[in-house]
């Protein structure tokens, strides 16, 4: 599985520059997860919500429907905002479901030909505070940490995933905040976004890039910038080299 590759060699050097053939897939499978009480397919919702108020339908909506034993998955059909993007087939999922290495064989199998992307979404409210660190942002405890790493490990034994851009994504942030100004909170947040990266440094390797983005509000368009993001990794050209 991954991305459909062709060879191109430098005489003059010894990496292999491999992309992405001109044969492509329809759409872009992107893997959502979370634990089921941080609720991410609401953020999904108020994403449609929103751009449907814009520009009419952006999202098609869909229900949970069981596909391996009693996993079920959510699978939302995000239409592309521009020509150069393709539509994005966003399968929403339990984290218990992709650290089921069963269940995680059959999701990968409903994604398609590849796993194109991952979307972890976080509610703040899941983040403590260090005991050895108490002056450290906070951050996902050992035990999320385990979860979430064994998750992305899981999936990529089942998929490549080379080509595959990552994006954690912290919502419900406004207890976080708390008094700070909105200046203090934004240098916060960067504080933040760091140090829940560390919570996912072993699996880096794993995916071709990785990005925390703190939701500066409990806006729908605060998670824009990290959408974004994941929706301009998800259209650039595949390439690695090796």
Same mark, same amino acid.
């Given at each position: 599985?991954?991305c459909a590759?062709?060879?191109?060699?430098?005489? !003059?050097d010894?990496?292999?520059?491999k992309?992405?053939?001109?044969?492509?897939?329809k759409? !872009?499978?992107?893997?959502?997860?979370?634990?089921?009480e941080?609720?991410?397919?609401?953020?999904?919702?108020?994403? %449609?919500a929103a751009?449907e108020?814009?520009?009419? +339908?952006?999202?098609?909506?869909?229900?949970?429907s069981?596909?391996h034993?009693e996993? #079920?998955?959510?699978?939302? !059909?995000?239409?592309?905002?521009g020509?150069?993007?393709?539509? @994005?087939?966003?399968?929403?999922?339990?984290i218990?479901?992709? #650290?089921?290495?069963?269940?995680?064989?059959?999701?990968v199998?409903?994604?398609g030909?590849? @796993?194109?992307?991952i979307?972890?979404?976080?509610?703040?409210?899941?983040?403590?505070?260090?005991?050895?660190?108490?002056?450290?942002?906070?951050r996902? #405890?050992?035990?999320?940490?385990k979860t979430?790493?064994?998750?992305? $490990?899981m999936?990529?034994? %089942? $998929?490549?995933?080379?080509?595959?851009?990552?994006l954690?994504?912290?919502?419900n942030?406004?207890?976080?905040?708390?008094e700070?100004?909105? +200046?203090?909170? /934004?240098?916060y947040?960067?504080?933040?976004?760091a140090?829940i990266?560390? /919570?996912?440094?072993l699996?880096? %390797?794993?995916v071709?890039?990785?990005?925390? %983005?703190?939701?500066?509000?409990?806006e729908?368009?605060?998670?824009?910038?990290?959408?974004?993001?994941?929706?301009?990794?998800?259209s650039?050209?595949?390439k690695?080299?090796t």
């Amino acid at each position: 599985m991954g991305c459909a590759m062709s060879d191109e060699t430098d005489d !003059n050097d010894d990496i292999v520059v491999k992309e992405a053939s001109s044969k492509k897939q329809k759409f !872009n499978s992107v893997i959502m997860c979370s634990f089921p009480e941080d609720d991410a397919d609401s953020l999904l919702s108020q994403l %449609h919500a929103a751009r449907e108020a814009q520009d009419g +339908e952006a999202i098609v909506k869909g229900q949970p429907s069981k596909f391996h034993g009693e996993h #079920t998955v959510i699978i939302d !059909n995000l239409k592309p905002d521009g020509d150069d993007q393709v539509p @994005v087939k966003c399968l929403g999922v339990s984290i218990a479901t992709v #650290t089921d290495a069963p269940a995680c064989s059959a999701l990968v199998v409903k994604a398609g030909s590849a @796993v194109d992307g991952i979307l972890i979404v976080i509610d703040a409210a899941r983040l403590t505070k260090s005991e050895e660190e108490p002056d450290a942002p906070e951050r996902l #405890t050992e035990a999320d940490e385990k979860t979430f790493c064994s998750a992305v $490990t899981m999936l990529a034994e %089942h $998929t490549d995933l080379d080509c595959s851009p990552m994006l954690i994504l912290v919502k419900n942030t406004a207890a976080l905040k708390g008094e700070r100004s909105d +200046e203090e909170w /934004n240098a916060y947040s960067k504080k933040l976004e760091a140090e829940i990266m560390l /919570n996912l440094v072993l699996v880096e %390797h794993s995916v071709m890039v990785t990005k925390c %983005h703190v939701c500066r509000d409990d806006e729908v368009g605060s998670a824009g910038p990290g959408m974004e993001w994941l929706m301009y990794q998800l259209s650039r050209p595949k390439k690695k080299f090796t």
